[in-house]
């Protein structure tokens, strides 16, 4: 395995700790605080980061089972940051958090951790 991999390994742990602290608190809070919007800004930092290393280090095309679900995976992570965002600066921090966005939110996460699994079951396969 590639080091660059291994970096990237390292870096999607990192937005796998930020991305579900982001929606443990969100849920908790349902509220566009600073600390809800700092956490998700980490996770898609952090997987961005991830994605470009493990696509710098791979052997195989970018196009596989793993690569495919990763890169919907972390479309759907920014767009829920930019959802976010946007209602913030619509409704401030003291409104709660529409339904239909946290709702989206929770699809959005549970998405990406089918990709952080897959990635796991095909390292293991791979090696």
Known sequence: MAEI??????FVHFALIFYTLFILFESKKQRATNIVLLLIIFA?????????????GTTR?????????????LLL??????????????????TLI???LYVYSK?????????FITGVIVSIFRH
């Open 98 to 100: 529409s339904r239909p």
């Open 77 to 94: 992570m920014i767009i829920d940051f930019i959802l976010l965002l946007r209602y913030r600066i619509k409704f401030g921090t003291e």
């Open 107 to 115: 699809i959005a996460y549970f998405w990406w951790l089918a990709a």
């Open 5 to 10: 991999t291994k970096v990237g390994i390292f």
């Open 44 to 56: 898609v930092l952090f997987d961005i980061t991830a994605t470009a290393c493990m696509m710098i």
């Open 61 to 73: 095309t970018y196009f596989t089972f793993h690569g495919i679900i990763g890169y919907i995976g």
